[in-house]
């Protein structure tokens, strides 16, 4: 049998450079590999289907399939996670805690980020801080006119509009024209070196350990998704592409232990790596629904919650079901 030439865009990442370097090969494909920003990976996936398989969005993956208008099935393969206390950025000079933040103007780069959704999320259930209560401010991090990937249908209470035309949020904050920012990224240009602008939370690593502690959450931003049409031909496919993440990602973490010489250019790894298992468990950055079931039925709650899923969906129909067990020997 032939292998199927398919195209796969995802992030340069240690948990996906054994399947960029042909150390992890996919059962039955051969791959072209496209490593691309996650903005434009999004962006054409959701907006032209350019791929065959692609790192996407969470939040953006469920708006399209609550409403049945999905190209893509995931496969619960999480290639980004973060704790999303560090999305949260103020004007400290006028915002000193969470609840400081109602009835206040935050701008974003898009509503439906799956960054936004979490930090939302963690504003609501923990400060009380909801979606309602403030005004939201649309518009690029670096670049003016960065538009909303895929239409929304917000709730009613929700006041969302666009940055003035030629500005970022970025430049709108330094100026104090918005009073907070939240994204996946920091703000761009004078934003960045500005005394009056930084993180809401002073030590966001000490807010996010104890939000873990409380809730056993440890936010999923990113899924993987295989073209529908190729599943329907070739239905082996989902548990191939899942079984070669998941080597690529111990191959990665099996060299991250490996502490004869750093893999990554930066002091105190190996005491983090002692700290997130002693935290969170050996299996700290796990993929498979049943081991990711209380983080993803959170997501779940919160992004029908916030007006973005046109229905609550169930966990057990979010992923192609032939991953929800996988062989075990």
Request: without cysteine; proline residues 6%; glycine residues 6%.
């Amino acid at each position: 049998m032939a292998r199927l030439q398919l195209s796969i865009a995802m992030g340069d990442y240690d948990r996906t450079r054994a399947l960029l370097d042909g150390n992890v090969l996919v059962d039955g494909v051969d791959p072209v590999y496209m490593t691309l920003s996650p903005e434009e990976i999004f962006f054409r996936a959701f907006r032209n289907t350019e791929f065959d398989i692609a790192e996407m969005s969470f939040s953006s993956y469920l708006v399209k399939a609550s409403q049945g208008q999905n190209a893509y099935v995931a496969i619960p393969v999480f290639l980004s996670r973060a704790f999303r206390h560090t999305s949260i950025y103020v004007r400290t000079d006028r915002i000193k805690r969470p609840e400081d933040l109602r009835g206040r103007r935050i701008g974003l780069p898009e509503y439906q980020l799956t960054a936004n959704v979490w930090a939302r999320a963690i504003l609501e259930d923990d400060y009380g801080v909801t979606p309602s209560s403030v005004t939201w401010v649309r518009g690029g991090i670096a670049e003016p006119g960065r538009p909303e990937k895929i239409k929304l249908q917000l709730p009613n209470d929700i006041k969302l509009e666009n940055a003035p035309e030629g500005e970022t949020i970025s430049e709108m904050i330094s100026r104090g024209d918005i009073d907070g920012f939240i994204g996946p990224r920091p703000p761009a240009g004078s934003a960045a070196t500005n005394p009056n602008v930084g993180w809401l939370f002073p030590d966001p690593t000490a807010t996010a350990k104890d939000y873990f502690k409380r809730t056993g959450i440890y936010p999923i931003m990113h899924v993987v998704g295989i073209r529908k049409t190729l599943l329907e031909q070739h239905p082996w496919l989902a548990n191939a592409v899942y079984k070669a993440f998941e080597q690529a990602k111990r191959f990665a973490l099996e060299k991250l232990a490996d502490t004869s010489a750093t893999k990554v250019t930066l002091p105190f790894v190996e005491e983090q790596l002692k700290a997130a298992k002693a935290l969170m468990g050996e299996d700290y950055w796990s993929y498979g629904v049943d081991r990711n079931r209380k983080t993803l039925e959170a997501f779940v709650h919160h992004h029908h919650k916030q007006g973005l899923s046109a229905r609550l969906m169930s966990v057990d129909e979010i992923f192609h079901p032939a991953t929800y067990e996988t062989v075990k020997i």
